[in-house]
């Protein structure tokens, strides 16, 4: 079962870098962000992929947790 748990962490950890790519391609090269990109409101694509990255790191963490249940120090 651990196993099990511990594919699904690395499928969700793999994905989610990926989304995280993603989105940080359209941000511009500036070191902290295009100035013009700052004060904008998320729309379409955009937002849902804003909120499938919140699912993905809320699905992680309950992942996270279940994994430190099942492995216990013997």
């Known amino acids: 079962m651990s196993?099990?748990?511990?594919i699904i962490?690395?499928?969700i950890s793999v994905l989610l870098v990926g989304v995280i790519l993603v989105q940080v391609r359209g941000q511009g090269t500036a070191l902290f962000g295009a100035a013009e990109s700052s004060y904008r409101?998320?729309?379409g694509v955009e937002l849902a992929l804003f909120r499938?990255?919140?699912g993905l790191v809320v699905?992680?963490?309950?992942v996270a947790i279940v994994s430190a249940w099942?492995?216990?120090p013997s």
């Open 3 to 6: 196993t099990f748990v511990n």
């Open 52 to 54: 499938f990255t919140i």
């Open 9 to 11: 962490m690395l499928l």
């Open 59 to 62: 699905v992680f963490i309950l």
């Open 41 to 43: 409101t998320r729309r």
């Open 70 to 72: 099942l492995i216990k």
